[in-house]
């Protein structure tokens, strides 16, 4: 069992070159259901059936899941098992068309307006390496629109402050970003006045660390922009990738064209773009049910 988890994940890695992120959702969704299985049902992963699955999905939607959590369960399992069948370990998937999660509607992303862009934005106080550095990282996540992990992924050549752009790399492709100008201006003042005051080894290549002055993690961004968040007293739950959302949206309500979005955000395929659009005619119709007479 060990070995088919550990060739699944090599698998993961190095033919599909998925995200570490990814990587790690999956095999933690694996591992939770293998435990599961085995103290519940008596069974292990290479002899599960349908039924097993099902009782497992319907477990954690009685344990509080949402039913957004359960589909990527499921979704976990069904790669699963079609690679155990593709590398012969198993001759049929238990995970069948007849296995499914009704999600409901599907909300669209939570977005924040431009004054409570502004209102995030002017929270970090700039007079210690702490407020320093956080002020240029919400500037850059807002001005790029960037993916966590691609945020914390930067190193220190990825940024050419003479010309104001940043290199952003993910597993399949990189894109060259700009950088407006108070988001420039305060990634300047980070990197030539502050980070090297804050890093732990000279060498470090990691454009924004912790306290400590290693690399930030992900979790550690989180709790800085939550603390933001509290602090300008914005009642949305905002999420990094919140910041991410507002700045497709900003960017459509101001003239983008879907096409150069897509290249900005580093959308593969222009449908996830495309969600963006269908936000921006959902807030027009709000207004006009709002503000037509006749409505």
């Not at 800085?224 to 009642?235: P, R």
């Not at 395929?269 to 963006?276: H, L, R």
Request: hydrophobic letters at 40%; charged letters at 25%; aromatic letters at 8%.
């Amino acid at each position: 069992m060990l070995d088919l988890i550990h060739a699944y994940e090599n698998y993961l890695a190095k033919v599909k070159q998925a995200s570490s992120n990814t990587i790690s959702s999956y095999l933690r969704d694996i591992r939770q259901f293998s435990d599961w299985v085995q103290q519940y049902e008596a069974v292990d992963l290479l002899n599960v059936t349908q039924q097993n699955i099902r009782t497992y999905l319907d477990y954690l939607m009685e344990q509080g899941r949402s039913a957004a959590t359960v589909s990527r369960v499921l979704a976990s399992l069904k790669n699963f098992y079609t690679y155990a069948v593709s590398t012969g370990f198993m001759e049929t998937s238990p995970v069948t068309a007849e296995l499914h999660i009704d999600r409901g509607e599907k909300k669209l992303p939570q977005v924040l307006s431009g004054k409570e862009v502004e209102l995030l934005l002017s929270q970090p106080s700039c007079n210690d390496p702490k407020g320093f550095r956080d002020k240029a990282m919400l500037e850059v996540m807002y001005a790029t629109g960037i993916r966590v992990t691609e945020l914390i992924d930067l190193n220190i050549e990825d940024v050419n402050l003479e010309l104001g752009i940043l290199k952003c790399n993910s597993a399949k492709k990189s894109r060259t970003i700009p950088l407006y100008p108070a988001a420039l201006r305060a990634l300047t003042v980070y990197i030539k006045e502050i980070r090297m005051l804050m890093v732990a080894d000279p060498a470090e290549r990691a454009l924004f660390v912790n306290m400590g002055g290693a690399r930030m993690s992900r979790q550690g961004f989180w709790k800085i922009l939550k603390y933001y968040q509290a602090k300008a007293g914005i009642e949305k739950d905002i999420t990094p990738h919140t910041l991410r959302h507002s700045f497709a949206v900003h960017l459509l309500e101001n003239g983008a064209d879907l096409g150069s979005l897509q290249e900005l955000m580093g959308h593969s395929d222009i449908s996830s773009t495309q969600v963006y659009t269908h936000m921006i005619n959902q807030k027009l119709k709000s207004v006009y049910d709002k503000c037509h007479p006749k409505a």
